[in-house]
């Protein structure tokens, strides 16, 4: 287990954990939550060895390995498939020796760990992951280099979940996958064979994909059962009753002073009034649990424009010529709130480009009134900030003949105080400047809101508070996003984004959510032409994992059965067996014997991945 004890520890001087404690049970799933700056971060660079603490102690079980995502993933010319496997280092390591190893007793060891570690099956094990996290067949084999830096992001996490170490500790995992990715890692965590302790400020992830909540608050560590809904529940309750302990302390602290105050001076009670003087001074003060600063977005609100606002006729759009999206007949009205749903590379984007006018139809006809303003917030916005500019600054920029007043009160309106005003945006935190991005995306009160993964770097809080901005705000909006919980609270329409057009969605999330965890159970029944092309590449791509296999469990009988030539040519020396010599030639019996069993466990391997070859054949014919 994971048993943190009394941890101290500081940053320039700002104490961060005092006294800090908490005992995390082996294999189990657990949700790191508090508000940002608390140390979530910094509590895994503890954990990692990476900092030390300057009081307590960390303690892990030995030998215990861990995981994390590495910050970035070299853009080199290592395929993807390739790079996921080199991060299991045991299995790299002891495949690099089967190929050099001589001594028949270490080949025989190798074999067996091998076996062990079921290294045979690893590819299509990190082909598995990089799929759930978007990567089809073709783009495993390309190397990383033809990635930008956040899908580069993704291929990091999966190579420390294929590594599987005893405790992983992931950080925001889902600020880069969409919706899809989100909801199969979520899935994977929950059959994880070891520790997960996982910062996140996704809702929906928190809730079904751990069993306990470490909470980060005023520079200590407590651990609760049960998911984030219920830790939020107990939360509450606590400072319910944390209140109302603080609110009966006060008046009878207040009772208590009143008698002191009144007869302290007389000499008949001067005895009583010192008692209760004692008895105030031995009170252990309650304190009320502080009321954070309530966290706000305030949506300016548009004027009402007749119905539709938009509307596409047989509208096609993609890129050089190439169209993306194909006879789209859509209808947008100013109180609809609609979702996107669909998988990575669908055309999700692509769309909200088209409704935002970043991207002009290739073909049909698109409507929309003359008076149509459209705000469109996307993650890269948050990037192209000025970052030696202040927040202040840009708003003068966008609205050059505004009072300063107002612009302070707008910023204001997203959570950012006087001070973050005029802090440059480089010195801004991550939801900091998403605020920043967003209020700029909104100046203009549109009549319609495109937010493409509006949440990340916004934590819980945050979250709940555009939630309730988007619920009472007068525009449209539609969303693209891999919290289900925001889309779940937002969308009442759903546009899944599928086979190159876009159709309502008929069935809600959860429905959507067990029709992606089911990977074999099509949304739409396929034709059963292309039912048999599916099943046709699933089955060559079984084959050709399955002969790779083969190949590599022949080669490794070749390489024994050369061994055991040699072994056999020098056991029929006879200069071997003259008199002095019997120990020399017991060793190298010894040696002939151990490498017999090698052969024995190497051809059970292959024996195993012929039949299994044969199989996968026999369906495929």
């Not at 889309?487 to 809600?508: H, I, N, Q």
């Amino acid at each position: 287990m994971l048993r943190i004890t009394d941890l101290s520890f500081s940053i320039e001087g700002a104490p961060l954990f005092d006294g800090a404690s908490a005992t995390i049970p082996t294999g189990h799933k657990v949700g790191v939550v508090g508000r940002n700056g608390t140390g979530k971060t910094t509590l895994f660079k503890l954990i990692r060895g990476e900092l030390h603490p300057e009081g307590g102690t960390i303690t892990l079980p030995p030998r215990a390995r861990i995981g994390g995502v590495a910050q970035e993933v070299p853009g080199n010319e290592v395929s993807l498939i390739d790079t996921v496997l080199a991060a299991d280092t045991e299995r790299a390591a002891l495949m690099e020796e089967a190929e050099t190893a001589t001594d028949a007793t270490r080949i025989a060891d190798v074999q067996t760990r091998l076996a062990d570690i079921d290294a045979w099956s690893a590819e299509a094990r990190a082909s598995a992951i990089l799929r759930g996290l978007g990567f089809d067949a073709e783009e495993q084999r390309m190397p990383c280099s033809a990635f930008s830096g956040g899908w580069r992001m993704r291929v990091a996490l999966a190579a420390v979940l294929f590594a599987q170490p005893d405790l992983l500790l992931l950080d925001e995992p889902t600020n880069y996958l969409d919706l899809e990715g989100a909801l199969w890692l979520e899935n994977y965590l929950q059959r994880y064979p070891h520790t997960v302790l996982i910062v996140s400020h996704d809702r929906g992830l928190l809730n079904r994909a751990v069993g306990g909540i470490l909470h980060l608050e005023a520079r200590k560590l407590t651990y609760y059962s049960g998911p984030y809904d219920q830790f939020a529940r107990q939360r509450a309750e606590q400072r319910a009753v944390q209140a109302a302990a603080a609110k009966k302390q006060e008046a009878r602290r207040a009772h208590l002073q009143g008698f002191v105050d009144r007869f302290r001076a007389q000499a008949n009670k001067a005895k009583q009034a010192q008692s209760r003087v004692k008895m105030l001074e031995k009170m252990e003060t309650i304190r009320a649990p502080e009321d954070a600063a309530r966290t706000v977005f305030t949506f300016p609100e548009p004027e009402q424009l007749s119905p539709p606002i938009l509307v596409t006729e047989g509208v096609s759009v993609g890129y050089d010529g190439t169209p993306v999206l194909r006879n789209l007949d859509l209808r947008i009205d100013q109180d609809d709130r609609i979702a996107l749903l669909g998988k990575n590379g669908e055309g999700k984007s692509t769309l909200a480009k088209l409704l935002s006018a970043r991207l002009p139809p290739m073909a049909g006809r698109m409507q929309h009134s003359g008076k149509l303003r459209i705000g469109f917030f996307a993650q890269h916005q948050v990037d192209e900030l000025r970052v030696e500019e202040t927040p202040l600054q840009h708003l003068f920029r966008e609205c050059p003949g505004e009072a300063q007043s107002k612009l302070r009160a707008r910023l204001a309106g997203f959570g950012l105080g006087a001070d973050q005003a005029q802090t440059p945006v480089g010195n801004l935190s991550g939801g900091q400047k998403a605020r920043l991005s967003l209020l700029l995306a909104t100046l203009a009160a549109p009549h319609l809101l495109i937010l493409d993964e509006p949440t990340n770097h916004l934590d819980i809080e945050s979250r709940e508070a555009l939630v309730e901005a988007l619920t009472e705000y007068s525009g449209a909006v539609i969303l693209i996003s891999h919290d289900m919980h925001l889309l779940s609270m937002v969308a009442d329409r759903l546009w899944l984004v599928k086979g190159g057009t876009v159709r309502p969605y008929e069935d809600d999330l959860e429905a959507y959510r067990r029709m992606l965890l089911q990977t074999d159970t099509p949304a739409k029944p396929a034709t059963p032409r292309k039912q048999q092309a599916q099943a046709a590449r699933v089955d060559r791509d079984r084959v050709a994992a399955l002969r790779a296999e083969l190949r590599k469990c022949e080669d490794r009988l070749e390489k024994l059965g050369q061994m055991s030539e040699k072994l056999v040519s020098r056991l029929a020396d006879p200069a071997l067996y003259e008199d002095g010599r019997a120990d020399e030639a017991a060793v190298w019996q010894k040696k002939y014997a151990e490498l017999r069993d090698a052969q024995a466990r190497a051809e059970d391997l292959w024996l195993r991945a012929q039949d299994k070859l044969e199989r996968a054949q026999g369906r495929d014919a």
